[in-house]
């Protein structure tokens, strides 16, 4: 099966961490199939993939400060928001 349909601002989950999709990549972009933001308390942004119908981090990305890219601070603000229930 291949990935869900996703489009920014849906939310993935990923193990146990709740993300945004700030960003979907096109199918067989190497860095996977979006990118996403997590962490309200230190919000994060990193790549994921659609592997064994789950969503994962991408292997090969690691995380970034989402907070210091003006392009991700709609999706900053949507995680804090949520996690404020």
């Not at 489009?7 to 096109?26: F, H, L, N, S």
């Not at 190497?30 to 790549?47: H, I, M, Y």
């Not at 119908?53 to 392009?71: L, N, V």
Request: proline share 6%.
């Amino acid at each position: 099966m291949g990935r869900p349909e996703i489009k920014p601002r849906d939310w993935i989950t990923i193990g146990w961490t709740e993300c945004v999709v700030a960003q979907v990549y096109p199918v067989g972009d190497a860095r996977g199939d979006c990118e996403v933001v997590f962490n309200a308390d230190k919000p994060s942004n990193t790549d994921a993939v659609w592997v064994d119908s789950k969503w994962s981090f991408h292997p090969a990305s690691g995380a970034g400060y989402a907070d210091r890219y003006e392009r991700l601070s709609e999706f900053v603000a949507l995680v804090k928001t949520r996690s404020r229930g």
